[in-house]
């Protein structure tokens, strides 16, 4: 429920240029953003009973300049974005705006002011609430707006309410993951997957001699093996997979917290044939910021990000645009390309976090000209073998 609500929270924030915060209790901001993302204002709830935590919620947004402020909870899945916003537009004329629960409580309140009042003395958790509220407002002179009235879900037996809403379910995101002898990385990566509902992971090895599989399963991924070869292996996973979206993701890079999420709202943005995540190295010097600083302005303007930040797409399009091609080097490269002609390659505002060993074994930029060598050669035709010949030299 609280991601249902977060779901139109957000589309309302969009839409309307809003504020959006989320008050948060029982554990710790960092975990709150692995599950719903980076994205939001997280703040911690105060101390007390209802009336008390959402009292002072108001006391902050007022002090922090706001000019109306509407409080909802995540128990009435009937709420949505458009009822929010009217809830703002009747606060021009009313300075209490109140959204009635059928049990005798409500689901939002809006204010155009701090006012203390309204939130003692009211017997919380009972049918008496909205009453009481509604009585408080009239001794002081506050004017009153009623929304329609909604169902919420406080009880095993209200239970029908939500699952109204709750019939589709999230899109299935499948990450896919190609191996070949990554088992000081593969633990990590599958970290960086875990906490999210609704996603499957699939490792596809290229025959490694080390400890990738056996890491890879007692993560509790699926593991499949195929021929090396990235791209090929990445095909691979992909006919296996269940997901109305794709991830790929390479055994060496850490998804940001909240991807799920980022890979949704961006999917269903119009226009949006594939997206990416930002490009971040895990070790730190100028040279390597300078590094990540060009790899993102050529995502963002070119919208030609690399395998290193996560390309993820619609699974229909993915078998529509053929898949990978089946080459030795710079299958990402032609991959985006090629996906160019659906719609725009976004970049999410938030980085996925490669390990920069090339870039040490190699030294900076000498990987670097490397790279646009490769980059060079191939639009001067050089084969895919004779890349990955003068890649390895």
Same mark, same amino acid.
């Given at each position: 429920?609280?991601?249902?609500t977060?779901?139109?929270?957000?589309?309302?924030?969009?839409?309307?240029?809003?504020?959006?915060?989320?008050?948060?209790?029982?554990?710790?901001?960092?975990?709150?953003?692995?599950?719903?993302?980076?994205?939001?204002?997280?703040?911690?709830?105060?101390?007390?009973? &209802?009336?008390?935590?959402m009292?002072?919620?108001?006391?902050?947004?007022?002090?922090?300049?706001?000019?109306?402020?509407?409080v909802?909870?995540?128990?009435?899945?009937?709420?949505?974005?458009?009822?929010?916003?009217?809830?703002?537009?009747?606060?021009?004329?009313?300075?209490?705006v109140?959204?009635?629960?059928?049990?005798?409580?409500?689901?939002?309140?809006?204010?155009?002011?701090?006012?203390?009042?309204?939130?003692?003395?009211?017997?919380?958790?009972?049918?008496?609430v909205?009453?009481?509220?509604?009585?408080?407002?009239?001794?002081?002179g506050?004017?009153?707006?009623?929304?329609?009235?909604?169902?919420?879900?406080?009880?095993?037996?209200?239970?029908?309410?939500?699952?109204?809403?709750?019939?589709?379910?999230?899109?299935l995101?499948?990450? !896919?993951?190609?191996?070949?002898?990554?088992?000081?990385?593969?633990?990590?990566?599958?970290?960086?997957?875990?906490?999210?509902?609704?996603v499957?992971?699939?490792?596809?090895?290229?025959k490694?001699?080390?400890?990738?599989?056996?890491?890879?399963r007692?993560?509790?991924?699926?593991? !499949?093996?195929?021929p090396?070869?990235?791209?090929?292996?990445?095909?691979?996973?992909?006919?296996?997979?269940?997901?109305?979206?794709?991830?790929?993701?390479?055994?060496?890079?850490?998804?940001?917290?909240?991807?799920?999420?980022?890979?949704?709202?961006?999917?269903?943005?119009?226009?949006?044939?594939?997206?990416?995540?930002?490009?971040?190295?895990?070790?730190?010097?100028?040279?390597?910021?300078?590094i990540?600083?060009?790899?993102?302005?050529?995502?963002?303007?070119?919208? &030609?990000?690399?395998?290193d930040?996560?390309?993820?797409?619609?699974?229909?399009?993915?078998?529509a645009?053929?898949?990978?091609?089946?080459?030795a080097?710079?299958?990402? %490269?032609e991959?985006?390309?090629?996906?160019?002609?659906?719609?725009?390659? %976004?970049t999410?505002?938030?980085?996925?976090?490669?390990?920069?060993?090339?870039?040490?074994?190699?030294?900076t930029?000498?990987?670097? &000209?490397?790279?646009?060598?490769?980059?060079?050669? %191939? %639009?001067?035709?050089?084969?895919?073998?004779?890349?990955?010949?003068?890649?390895?030299?």
């Amino acid at each position: 429920m609280c991601e249902h609500t977060l779901a139109w929270a957000r589309g309302w924030k969009d839409r309307f240029s809003g504020s959006l915060q989320v008050q948060i209790t029982g554990n710790s901001k960092e975990s709150f953003q692995k599950w719903l993302g980076l994205g939001l204002s997280y703040l911690p709830q105060s101390e007390g009973d &209802l009336g008390s935590r959402m009292q002072e919620a108001f006391r902050q947004a007022f002090q922090e300049g706001m000019e109306k402020v509407a409080v909802v909870g995540t128990d009435c899945p009937g709420l949505t974005e458009d009822l929010a916003q009217q809830a703002f537009v009747r606060l021009n004329q009313s300075q209490v705006v109140l959204g009635p629960a059928k049990d005798g409580g409500y689901y939002l309140i809006g204010l155009r002011g701090p006012s203390e009042e309204l939130f003692q003395a009211i017997p919380w958790g009972t049918g008496e609430v909205l009453a009481k509220t509604r009585e408080i407002a009239k001794n002081l002179g506050l004017r009153v707006f009623l929304l329609e009235p909604l169902e919420d879900v406080d009880r095993p037996e209200d239970l029908p309410v939500w699952e109204k809403f709750s019939s589709t379910p999230s899109p299935l995101i499948s990450i !896919i993951i190609p191996t070949l002898n990554e088992e000081e990385n593969i633990e990590a990566c599958l970290a960086s997957t875990e906490g999210p509902s609704r996603v499957e992971r699939i490792v596809v090895d290229g025959k490694s001699g080390d400890r990738t599989v056996e890491i890879a399963r007692s993560c509790g991924a699926k593991v !499949i093996s195929s021929p090396p070869g990235r791209g090929r292996q990445m095909n691979a996973g992909a006919r296996i997979a269940l997901g109305d979206f794709f991830l790929f993701l390479h055994a060496d890079t850490r998804l940001p917290p909240g991807y799920a999420e980022i890979v949704r709202a961006a999917l269903s943005l119009p226009g949006i044939a594939a997206g990416a995540f930002e490009f971040r190295l895990d070790a730190t010097s100028p040279s390597l910021r300078f590094i990540e600083r060009v790899a993102n302005w050529r995502s963002r303007r070119l919208q &030609l990000p690399y395998g290193d930040q996560a390309i993820f797409l619609r699974s229909s399009l993915f078998h529509a645009a053929g898949g990978f091609p089946d080459t030795a080097i710079m299958e990402d %490269y032609e991959f985006i390309m090629g996906l160019k002609k659906f719609g725009r390659i %976004y970049t999410a505002p938030y980085p996925a976090t490669t390990s920069a060993r090339r870039w040490e074994k190699l030294g900076t930029w000498r990987a670097t &000209l490397l790279n646009e060598a490769v980059v060079i050669a %191939y %639009y001067l035709g050089i084969s895919p073998s004779g890349l990955l010949r003068l890649a390895r030299r």
